[in-house]
C-alpha cells in the first residue's frame, strides 16, 4: 500500500525539478465558469518543455535516483515503478543529462 507524501517530500522533489521544468501559468475561462456555475482553473502542464503534463513526475523520477541506480537502471523501470505511462517525451529529455539510458519504445 502506497502512503501519501508529505509536505515535505513534495518540497524536496520541487526542489529537485525546479532546474528543470516550468511554472506552468494556470489560466481561467470566463464562460465555462459561466456554464457551470463555478470557478474553473486550468493549470497548464502541456506548456512544459518536452509538450507533456507528465514531465515534472517522470524528471522527478529520474532525478531521484543514486547515481549508480541512474547508470543501472533502465529508464522504462523508472517509469513504470513511478506509474508515469505517457510520458515519452518527457522520458528522453531528462535522461541524457542523468546518464539513464532510455530503453523506452520511444528511446530505441
Avoid at 31 to 42: I, K, N, P, R
Avoid at 54 to 82: H, I, P, Q, W, Y
Amino acid at each position: 500500500m502506497k502512503t501519501l507524501p508529505t509536505f515535505e517530500r513534495v518540497g524536496e522533489a520541487a526542489r529537485r525539478i525546479r532546474p528543470y521544468v516550468h511554472r506552468a501559468p494556470v489560466l481561467t475561462c470566463s464562460t465555462l465558469d459561466h456554464q457551470v456555475g463555478a470557478e474553473s482553473y486550468f493549470k497548464c502542464e502541456n506548456f512544459q518543455r518536452a509538450g507533456t503534463f507528465k514531465a515534472r513526475g517522470a524528471c522527478n523520477a529520474v532525478f531521484s535516483l543514486s547515481t549508480d541506480e541512474a547508470r543501472e537502471m533502465r529508464l522504462a523501470e523508472v517509469v513504470a515503478e513511478t506509474g508515469a505511462t505517457f510520458v515519452h517525451p518527457s522520458r528522453s529529455w531528462r535522461c541524457k543529462p542523468r546518464g539513464t539510458p532510455d530503453t523506452t519504445e520511444k528511446g530505441r
